[in-house]
């Protein structure tokens, strides 16, 4: 038995071991100054000067700063409303019997099957003409209801003992103030898996931000990044392409090494990307 | 009129000229593509802090836009939104379609109003961009960059095998030849290709277009949108040299192969030959460790090379404050000095003619006989392929070029193919005009 | 009110009106309104729009559009759609079996709680951190023919250098490959958490019954892995769909169509072609693909989501 364990960590380790080459070469790229159009461009053996020549570059020739504010408006603010949307709705349907609930639910359901990338034609239609086109607004839109993020508080409310709600509202309080402020403390580790997997889901969007903005002041990482190596692409400064492939990977990787576990069980615990 | 009446007037004048001034900077953005991000972009950015300088009354903001391809989706997004930016750097080729749907505005009037005649406009510039820069007889760009593609040739290989770099292949039987020696093998594995060239999509029919037309072949009726050649036998036999040079020859990988893959070929000694831009020139002049040259298109039946790069236009849907501010930047950046700087740092030749008789253009071609080497070949160089749609058309081409490139179809079928589909996506243009009747 | 009196375990059972005495459909109806605003927005009334937009006809160069069938036509006649829902199909088979295969193979490896295990397993689970249009940057010069990374290193074991992103016949496979390298990890941490679900007592039974390891798989792990892996399936398949970012950046559907898929056809009559008509067409057939998938997979979901309770 032992043995066989054994012999599946190796393989696994050997699995593992191609699964980082990518990121392994991208560091290797960018440390290096000078390494493009160099005949050890591909090796994975780290030799030669290191330095970060290749990040200056790619710093100043891509437009980072902004991209790093937009992303971050970006994700912050489609948070923010989808905190308030999946909040209030999840409470609806965990705790109140009205007419139609199942079949609301279905239909709240569905669009986790229809992201806003699928109906891209009509979306980018509805966000003009909302006068949101070419804005982080309208990048957001769409994304307001999180229908996943609906399931999940349903979840997370229905674990909560009736108790606690039921002596806010016999002390008179409102719906909303319960939910505020009794509900909603004891609900944060549902939110807080949804909000990491809210942010990394948003961060890393392209398609969908690609094609409803047009002006480069409104750019996220994904979409500036992919301009910046088409750009540099056309000779292939691969060091300078690796520096800002770097830049733009780094966040969420940190984040994630930092705080793995938190993640690992939001990821798990929520079930969507 | 009394003299203290033409006084009044003459003061009236003065003083609204003033205020005119004294207003707020007209705002204007300007959309550019550079191939290469970084240096050229920056350079830009500078060309444009110094008009700012001079022009007090206009702010330019200048907005680097990615590709051709991609600043002409942004363009056309700005302008289908209703805020278009004020000037574009369009890709040559896009200006006819621009002009077809109305998108951009015919030049003519506000070049009048500056006092010049159209036609004289266009004799500021080369006559092989003046075809792609007017549409129905209207001027629609002022052409900026442009180029041709050149044949790089690495000097080192051609001594190795025994080629004088002072005399490279001229005709297409001598790059075959050339070629042939060139390409190193060991044992199944190609060490060396002879040739390689961009085959991407929008370069590969850029450069077809050229072999046809050195073939002997027009491509595509240039005084109307609605008509292409490819099933034409120049173009077939264009496209069956490059099947030859991959397949019978076997001095050119099979498959398509993109800039990143051609650049690094070339700089990696991996190949002798490549196809590429002038426009790139700076670039592999910057990376290009071992010595290299640059050369004419080698030529089948006749010289001809398609032109490339791009024209300034104003897109529709600009205010006349824009239009007048994005004219003044256009006049600034196709006059010699400027032209002529943009053309020693990138690589493109300037359109402008006048800048060839600037000393510090004749004392840069005398240190760099390979910039030379453009501007000679624009004796030959004839007008971009343009059409309605251009890019659908373009690409039922390019898909069929590059299924013979990997070696899953023959040249006749596959142009019979692309023919085929290119008037089903013209069809609708075509019925609107040459097959429109009188009732 | 006081949160002293909220903590507090009361003794009535019974659920109790507020002191409004709201009917409880219009508090649900106030409570839904938001997310419901927004769902009717971007989901629904797009749905409806789209499929109006399909059956309206406007050719190059007529004043008025109207209704019309015509685009469904020209989509079906359009070699390029044929060749895309192909591709779709392939590419969908190609990244669900392998990536769930090799997750559920890194799970069963990688679920101890060692040091090492879980190195491993983060290193596996990077890939979904970064967003595809960085891995597709990466993945440019991997598969640089000759002097990319993937060649140079086949070049010790003797093979020449491949056009994988330029030959027709292996560009979707370096597109696949990609996919399953970014997705792998996110799909095995739902089995490590669907392993750790499975009690050790139906292992030790079984064990003490004399089945071996693969008997033990079959018959109790996969099976009782069940939901996890028709919600995995499901997810699977979504992004299948959804996911192109590489396609966009890196083969633009080229080399001859080959990586052409459902969704870059329809991101390419948008924007490329300014064909709302086409595209319109072509996003109604695949909303009508997901939400029959929707049907099937609506099960899986609940089971899926609701595992961990």
């Known amino acids: 038995m032992k043995s066989g364990r054994a012999l599946a960590l190796l393989a696994a380790a050997a699995a593992a071991l191609l699964w980082a080459i990518p990121f392994v070469w991208m560091l290797l790229a960018a440390f290096r100054p000078n390494v493009t159009g160099s005949e050890d461009l591909a090796s994975l053996v780290p030799t030669g000067p290191f330095g970060l020549a290749n990040f200056a570059e790619a710093w100043t020739s891509g437009h980072f700063p902004l991209w790093y504010l937009n992303t971050i408006l970006l994700c912050a603010g489609i948070l923010a409303v989808q905190c308030v949307t999946v909040s209030l709705a999840g409470y609806a349907f965990a705790r109140l019997r009205f007419p139609l609930r199942e079949t609301v639910f279905t239909l709240f359901l569905l669009q986790i099957l229809l992201p806003p990338v699928v109906l891209v034609v009509p979306n980018l239609t509805m966000i003009t003409q909302l006068g949101l086109y070419d804005s982080l607004l309208g990048i957001a839109a769409p994304y307001c209801a999180s229908a996943f993020g609906v399931f999940l508080m349903r979840q997370t409310f229905r674990a909560i003992p009736r108790d606690f709600e039921d002596a806010a509202l016999t002390d008179g309080a409102t719906r909303l103030q319960t939910i505020r402020h009794v509900l909603l403390p004891l609900a944060r580790p549902g939110l807080v898996a949804f909000a990491i997997v809210s942010v990394t889901s948003h961060w890393n969007e392209f398609l969908w931000p690609l094609m409803a903005t047009s002006s480069p002041q409104r750019q996220v990482l994904t979409v500036g990044l992919a301009s910046f190596t088409s750009g540099a692409e056309s000779g292939g400064e691969w060091g300078v392409i690796a520096a800002g492939t770097a830049l733009v990977a780094a966040p969420l990787v940190v984040a994630f090494v930092l705080f793995q576990r938190r993640f690992v069980s939001s990821l798990v615990f929520t079930g969507l990307k | 009129m009394s003299l203290k009446r033409l006084f009044a007037a003459g003061a009236l004048t003065v003083s609204l000229g003033f205020a005119h001034a004294a207003q707020a900077a007209t705002d204007i953005d300007f959309f550019f593509p550079v191939p290469v991000q970084g240096k050229l972009s920056n350079e830009m950015q500078r060309i444009v802090e110094q008009f700012n300088t001079a022009h007090p009354e206009i702010h330019v903001t200048a907005v680097y836009t990615g590709t051709y391809d991609d600043t002409n989706l942004k363009t056309r997004a700005g302008v289908q939104a209703g805020h278009p930016p004020a000037l574009t750097l369009m890709s040559a080729n896009f200006i006819r379609e621009y002009a077809i749907n109305n998108d951009a505005i015919p030049l003519d009037d506000i070049i009048v109003k500056h006092g010049m005649k159209p036609a004289d406009f266009l004799g500021l510039f080369w006559p092989a961009l003046r075809d792609n820069a007017t549409e129905n007889g209207h001027v629609y760009g002022a052409p900026f960059q442009n180029s041709t593609p050149i044949l790089y040739y690495n000097e080192a290989a051609f001594k190795e095998v025994g080629l004088d770099p002072d005399h490279p292949p001229a005709t297409w039987q001598e790059w075959v030849d050339a070629a042939k020696k060139l390409t190193k093998r060991d044992g199944n594995n190609v060490t060396r290709y002879g040739v390689e060239m961009v085959t991407t999509y929008d370069t590969l029919g850029w450069l077809v277009s050229g072999y046809t037309m050195s073939n002997g072949g027009q491509y595509f009726n240039t005084a109307y949108g609605g008509e292409v050649y490819y099933n034409d036998p120049t173009t077939i036999g264009a496209v069956q040299f490059l099947d030859d040079l991959v397949h019978k020859h076997k001095v050119m990988p099979e498959g398509v192969t993109d800039a990143n893959a051609v650049a690094n070929a070339f700089f990696t000694g991996r190949a002798a030959m490549i196809v590429n831009s002038t426009g790139a020139l700076s670039f592999v002049r910057d990376n290009m460790k071992q010595p290299f040259r640059v050369a004419f298109i080698p030529r089948a039946m006749r010289n001809a090379v398609p032109i490339g790069g791009a024209s300034l236009i104003i897109p529709r849907g600009n205010s006349p404050e824009r239009q007048e501010a994005a004219w003044t930047l256009i006049q600034y950046l196709i006059s010699p000095e400027i032209a002529g700087g943009w053309s020693r740092f990138t690589g493109y030749f300037a359109p402008r003619v006048a800048a060839y008789d600037l000393p510090a253009m004749r004392d840069f071609l005398a240190k760099n006989p390979d910039a030379k080497v453009a501007i000679d070949q624009i004796a030959f160089a004839r007008p971009w392929f343009a059409t309605f749609n251009t890019v659908a058309v373009r690409k039922a081409l390019e898909d069929q070029v590059q299924a013979v490139l990997s070696g899953r179809i023959h040249a006749p079928e596959a142009m019979a193919n692309a023919q085929k589909a290119a008037d089903q996506i013209l069809r609708p243009y075509v019925e609107r005009t040459a097959l429109d009747m009188p009732e | ?309």
């Open chain 3, 1 to 309: 009110m006081s949160l002293a009196h909220a903590t507090a375990a009361p003794a009535i059972p019974m659920r109790l009106r507020t002191r409004h005495a709201t009917p409880v459909a219009a508090t649900a109806a106030l409570l839904l309104a938001p997310s419901l605003f927004f769902l009717f927005a971007f989901t629904y009334w797009p749905i409806v729009n789209v499929a109006i937009r399909a059956l309206t006809e406007q050719r190059f160069g007529e004043p008025t559009p109207h209704w019309g069938s015509g685009n469904f036509a020209r989509l079906f006649d359009d070699p390029h759609f044929a060749v895309a829902a192909c591709n779709s199909a392939v590419y969908a088979l190609g990244t669900i079996l392998p990536a769930i295969a090799l997750a559920l193979a890194f799970a069963l490896a990688l679920r101890e709680s060692s040091r090492l295990a879980s190195l491993l397993r983060t290193v596996v689970v990077l890939p979904l951190l970064i967003p595809l249009v960085a891995a597709a940057s990466l993945f440019v010069f991997i598969f640089l023919p000759g002097g990319g990374l993937l060649d140079h290193y086949l070049a010790y074991l003797g093979y020449g250098a491949t056009n994988w992103l330029g030959d027709p016949s292996l560009a979707l496979g370096a597109i696949i490959a990609i996919t399953v390298w970014k997705n792998t990890g996110y799909y095995m941490l739902f089995f490590l958490a669907g392993l750790a679900g499975i009690p050790e007592e139906y292992h030790e039974a079984a064990r003490i019954d004399g089945a071996r390891g693969l008997t033990r798989f079959r018959r109790i792990t996969l099976p009782l892995l069940g939901p996890t892996l028709a919600f995995v399936g499901v997810i699977a398949l979504l992004n299948a769909l959804t996911q192109i970012d590489h396609v966009v950046t890196m083969t633009q559907g080229g080399p001859s169509d080959s990586t052409n898929m459902l969704l870059y056809y329809i991101y390419q009559q948008a924007e490329q072609n300014s064909d709302p008509g086409l595209a319109s067409a072509a996003t109604v057939l695949s909303v009508g693909v997901l939400l029959a998938l929707s049907a099937v997979s609506l099960r899986a979901l609940e089971h899926g989501l609701h595992y961990e309770s």
